[in-house]
C-alpha cells in the first residue's frame, strides 16, 4: 500500500533501525555514571550529539535532544522570551507556523507578553518586507518555519535572518520539514526539527542555540542536556536519530532522490487540474519541499475523500477540518485564503515508486467523482452546467433535505436577491447549493448563503476566487452569518 505521509511521520530509515538495534544493547546504561557501562552510553550519546550537529550545521555544545520536537519548540520559544525580557515582550511569528509555535504564543501572551502574527500570501510565503516593517525594539523573538507542513513553501529564511540579526532580535527556525532535504542556510539563531520527520524513530527532538543567544531554560533545571531538557535521555533513540541524519547527508544520492522526487510532484502538480475538474493546486510552485504537494478539490468532503483513497490503497493527509481533532478549518489554509475542505496533500517518502505515483493519478479522478456524485454535485462540476431558470423556480423555498445531502434551498428575497439557507450543515454542502444556483440570479445579482458552520468563513470567499465570482462580504444573522457573493458571469 503507497504510503503518502512522509510530512506526517516518515517511515523508519534502514540504518536508524540497525542502529536503534545495536544501541538497544550498548547504550542502556545512565550516561552520567563513571563506571564501564555509563561510559560505553556516554561515547554513544557523544557521538549521535557530533554528527547531529554536524547536520545541522552548528557546534555540539549548542545542541541538545529533546523528547519531541513539540518539546523542542516550546523549550527554545520560552527560553529566548525569559533571557529577552527586559529587552522586549513581543513575539513575531507568521500566520503558517505549526501548532505548537501558536500554543506557545498563547502561552506567552497570557504571561503578560504579546504577539505579533504576520500575514502571508496566497502561496503561503511570507514578505522580507513585512518581517522588517514589524521588527521594533521591543521584539523579543522571530520565529519562522524553513518550509510549509501542510502546502510545502519554502520560507525566506536567509533573509529575515539577515533583518534580525541587523536588528539584534534572534530568530528560532522551525526546520522539521526542511532538515531531512539538507542544512538550513542564513544567521538565525535557534533552530528545531524532529527525527521522524526524516525516517528516525518518534520521541526523539533537536533543539540548538547558537553561541552568543540569550538563552534562559524555564521550568524545573535538570542537570541533562545543558539544563534544557529534563529527563533521561533515550540515548538507543537518539543514536537512531543522528545516524539516520548522517547517512541521509552523507549519501550522494539524496540529492538525486530529491530530484526525483521533485520531478514526480511536479507530474502530479501539472495532472491533477487536468484529470480532476475545479481542482486548485496551492502553494509555491517554485520555492517549496521537493517531496510534497497540496491541492483542493471543490464540491467535496474531504474525510470522505482520505478515507476512499485509503480504501484505494493510498494514505495521504489533507489540512481539511473535518480530518483533524477539531472541527475548525486549518489555520495554515485559512491565512493562505485557499479552500479547507477537500484537501489532500501528498508528501513522497524516499524511494517512492513512479509505478505508485502513477497509479495514484489513475485512482484519484474516480474517488473524488464518486465522492461528488454521493453529494449531488453534477457530474460536469456544479456551476458548470446550471443555467438560468425561470423566476418561479429561482423563487421556490427550500425542501428539507437528508443530512449531507445537497439540496436547492433558495428562495428569492426583494431586498438580498437569491437566499439559500444551508444552517446546520457542513461544509462542502454550503458551497455546493451556492454553486447551483449562482447561475439562477442574473449578472450583477446577488447569492446569500445563511452557514452556521465555520469553515464557510473559508470556503465561500475561495470558492468566488476559484470561479472568478465577486465575494461581497458577511454580515451576522439570527444563526451563524450570512456571506453575500455577486455573479460576475
Not at 516518515?10 to 533501525?17: D, E, M, Y
Not at 478549518?329 to 501528498?346: F, I, Q
Request: hydrophobic letters at 45%.
Amino acid at each position: 500500500m503507497p504510503y503518502f505521509d512522509a510530512a506526517s511521520a516518515a517511515p523508519l530509515h534502514p540504518v536508524a533501525r540497525e542502529a536503534l538495534l545495536a544501541s538497544l544493547d550498548e547504550g542502556w546504561a545512565d550516561p552520567a555514571r563513571l563506571y564501564r557501562e555509563g561510559r560505553r552510553a556516554r561515547l554513544l550519546l557523544d557521538a549521535a550529539r557530533e554528527a547531529a550537529a554536524e547536520a545541522v550545521g552548528c557546534r555540539p555544545d549548542e545542541l541538545v535532544f529533546t523528547p519531541s520536537g513539540t518539546q523542542a519548540v516550546h523549550t527554545g520559544v520560552s527560553g529566548a522570551l525569559a533571557a529577552r525580557r527586559r529587552t522586549g515582550r513581543r513575539l513575531l511569528y507568521s500566520a503558517v507556523e505549526h501548532s505548537c509555535v501558536l500554543h506557545a504564543a498563547e502561552v506567552h501572551e497570557a504571561a503578560g507578553g504579546s504577539r505579533t502574527e504576520l500575514a502571508v500570501d496566497r502561496t503561503g510565503r511570507v514578505a522580507p518586507g513585512d518581517v522588517a516593517a514589524a521588527l521594533g525594539p521591543d521584539t523579543a523573538l522571530v520565529a519562522l518555519q524553513s518550509a510549509n507542513h501542510e502546502v510545502g513553501t519554502a520560507q525566506p529564511v536567509e533573509e529575515v535572518a539577515a533583518l534580525c540579526r541587523e536588528a539584534a532580535v534572534p530568530l528560532l527556525v522551525d526546520a522539521a520539514q526542511s532538515l531531512p532535504w539538507g542544512p538550513v542556510p542564513g544567521a538565525w539563531s535557534l533552530l528545531t526539527a524532529s527525527a521522524h520527520k526524516w525516517g528516525g524513530p518518534p520521541g526523539v527532538g533537536l533543539l540548538a542555540v547558537r553561541k552568543g543567544t540569550r538563552f534562559a531554560p524555564q521550568g524545573p533545571r535538570d542537570e541533562r542536556e545543558s539544563g534544557r531538557s529534563a529527563g533521561f535521555e533515550n540515548i538507543p533513540a537518539v543514536v537512531a536519530a543522528a545516524a539516520s541524519l548522517r547517512a541521509l547527508r552523507a549519501a550522494p544520492e539524496t540529492g538525486e532522490e530529491a530530484a526525483r522526487l521533485r520531478r514526480l510532484v511536479d507530474r502530479i502538480r501539472t495532472r491533477v487540474p487536468q484529470l480532476v475538474p475545479d481542482v486548485e493546486v496551492v502553494g509555491d510552485p517554485v520555492r517549496r519541499l521537493p517531496h510534497l504537494v497540496t491541492f483542493s478539490c471543490l464540491y467535496v468532503d474531504g474525510e470522505a475523500l482520505l478515507h476512499e483513497l485509503d480504501r484505494a490503497g493510498f494514505s495521504v493527509s489533507s489540512g481539511s477540518s473535518c480530518t483533524s481533532s477539531t472541527l475548525t478549518p486549518s489555520h495554515v489554509l485559512r491565512a493562505m485564503g485557499v479552500l479547507s475542505e477537500g484537501n489532500v496533500r501528498v508528501s513522497l517518502p524516499y524511494g517512492t515508486a513512479e509505478a505508485d505515483v502513477e497509479r495514484f493519478l489513475e485512482v484519484l479522478p474516480r474517488v473524488v467523482r464518486a465522492v461528488r456524485e454521493r453529494l449531488g454535485v453534477p457530474a460536469a462540476g456544479a456551476g458548470e452546467t446550471a443555467e438560468a431558470t425561470e423566476p418561479a423556480k429561482a423563487a421556490k423555498a427550500a425542501e428539507p433535505s437528508a443530512p449531507g445531502e445537497a439540496a436547492e434551498p433558495a428562495e428569492a428575497t426583494e431586498s438580498a436577491g437569491l437566499v439559500v439557507d444551508s444552517l446546520g450543515k457542513r461544509c462542502p454542502i454550503p458551497v455546493i447549493e451556492l454553486a447551483k444556483v449562482i447561475g439562477e440570479v442574473p449578472v450583477g445579482g446577488t447569492v446569500t448563503v445563511l452557514s452556521d458552520d465555520e469553515a464557510a468563513r473559508q470556503d465561500i470567499p475561495a470558492w468566488c476566487t476559484m470561479r472568478d465570482q465577486e465575494y461581497v462580504g458577511e454580515r451576522a444573522a439570527e444563526r451563524g452569518a450570512a456571506y453575500v457573493v455577486r455573479r460576475r458571469a
